[in-house]
């Protein structure tokens, strides 16, 4: 109720200050009491918000005072422009992945599930249980909690074939998400400008990070198979490049897995060269047709540098992922990322761990596989029905995302802001190419939307290139 009495003084007042000029005098406190039939206490602390809100000046002794509205001059910072020089990376802003929309519109854009598909219940439970242990008010080791990376080193081991060696709790070292690891793994194992392989299309947040990192990128075509291995072992030869980024299992934002076959080939390239393979398994619990197929799970002596993230399948606000790496590459990846951030929050790794570790965790990893597979299958039926000009070059068999080729010769950001103008807000193509564009290609998530707005999202798409 005192709340409630504060706020009533407080409109009150605002209303009799905006009609008062600069420099009267409000009535006295007990005046107000007496007016606003509340407590003296109530009236002081509805004084003290209008204070706070810079309406009014209290001068103790004296009284209060409706204070002159101040003029602010617009700030200038165009001298910063001659501080900061040339800028060094690309001043576009956020991701179309990334950016917020109003919340009538159908978002496909996201790069992340809906909260409806995550594990809700087992998140809540492990914050509050975690929070009640010593990692709330303790730092954490630099490489991360000892627990932490036994379960994301014994994860890559179980996929291992005999006679591999297996990756150790020693060899993992905890991140904040992924993005931080592909920052820290291209300035650590590439370099300031050394070459880096990296397929095409590709995930956006990598050309991002290789970009800051100071990296020279070179494109190797990649399509539903991956890449050709022997354009991976050419390019490796031509450039003198010692590290390929790939994300061989459900590629953002194609969704292809690459054969077993080609997994092998391009391992064994790289093992010639004398070189690493950068293995984003971003999307290792997003399976729908087939299972996650680390190739770092056949390496044996160091040549992959594996990142693992569970950002996409326990919680986005659960920033937790793992960097394995073996030999001297891990030492200069920890160094680079204790030098950034010194560790990750130590709540949040025992948080996650306690998910992952939970009976329920394959419960809902089996139910959010469905859940996945029926939202990717209604989208790719109301697109044939309503946007078939749209074509689904291969049918992601994991992921989050379908990868659409529109008509040649059509503008893919001209559609994307015409889409938006009606209330369909999707990701143009272009941003996951380290180079020009293949051809004119969007992004679709089916994961992020409520799929009772697929048919109304197909059908702005369809009307949107029938009038392009």
């Not at 905006?18 to 009267?24: E, K, L, N, R, Y």
């Not at 990692?135 to 490489?143: D, G, K, Q």
């Not at 081991?157 to 920052?183: E, H, K, M, N």
Request: proline share 8%; charged share 20%.
């Amino acid at each position: 109720m005192s709340q409630d009495s504060t706020a009533r003084i407080v409109a009150g007042l605002r209303a009799w200050i905006g009609m008062a000029a600069p420099g009267a005098r409000l009535p006295s406190n007990r005046a107000l009491t007496a007016e606003y039939a509340a407590s003296p206490v109530t009236v002081q602390k509805a004084v003290q918000q209008l204070v706070r809100l810079g309406l009014v000046d209290a001068r103790p002794g004296v009284g209060t005072f409706v204070r002159a509205a101040r003029t602010v001059l617009p700030a200038d910072y165009g001298w910063q422009s001659g501080a900061l020089g040339a800028a060094a990376v690309r001043l576009d802003g956020l991701s179309s992945a990334q950016r917020p929309t109003s919340p009538d519109a159908i978002g496909l854009h996201s790069g992340y599930p809906a909260p409806d598909l995550l594990p809700e219940r087992l998140v809540r439970q492990a914050l509050v249980r975690a929070s009640r242990t010593a990692s709330a008010l303790t730092r954490s080791p630099a490489a991360g909690e000892p627990g932490l990376q036994e379960w994301f080193a014994a994860e890559l081991a179980a996929a291992a074939p005999a006679g591999i060696t297996v990756p150790t709790a020693r060899d993992a070292v905890v991140i904040s998400g992924s993005q931080s690891g592909l920052s820290s793994i291209f300035r650590a194992v590439v370099g300031v400008g050394r070459p880096l392989l990296i397929e095409s299309p590709t995930y956006w947040g990598a050309l991002l990070a290789a970009e800051q990192a100071g990296v020279a990128l070179v494109p190797v075509p990649s399509g539903p198979q991956g890449p050709d291995p022997d354009a991976v072992d050419r390019a490796l030869a031509e450039t003198g490049a010692r590290a390929f980024y790939a994300q061989p299992t459900f590629a953002n934002p194609t969704g292809a897995q690459w054969p077993a076959a080609t997994g092998e080939a391009v391992l064994d390239a790289v093992r010639r060269h004398g070189a690493f393979l950068i293995e984003d398994d971003w999307a290792h619990d997003l399976g729908i047709d087939a299972d996650p197929r680390p190739v770092a799970a056949s390496d044996h002596d160091g040549h992959v540098v594996y990142l693992r993230s569970l950002t996409k399948s326990v919680s986005p606000s659960l920033r937790v992922a793992a960097v394995i790496a073996r030999g001297p590459a891990r030492d200069r990846i920890l160094a680079d990322r204790a030098a950034e951030s010194m560790y990750v929050s130590g709540l949040l790794q025992a948080a996650a761990l306690d998910v992952v570790t939970q009976p329920a965790w394959r419960t809902h990893l089996r139910g959010f596989r469905e859940q996945l597979r029926s939202r990717r299958d209604l989208l790719l039926s109301c697109l044939a029905a309503q946007a078939p000009t749209a074509l689904v070059e291969a049918v992601p068999v994991g992921g989050l995302n379908l990868w659409l080729r529109l008509p040649d010769g059509t503008d893919a950001a001209a559609v994307v802001r015409e889409c938006a103008a009606r209330g369909l807000v999707i990701a143009p193509g272009s941003e996951w190419f380290p180079a020009e564009p293949s051809g004119s290609y969007v992004r679709l998530n089916y994961a992020s939307a409520d799929p009772s707005r697929f048919p109304e999202a197909a059908t702005i798409l369809g009307a949107v290139l029938a009038g392009s």
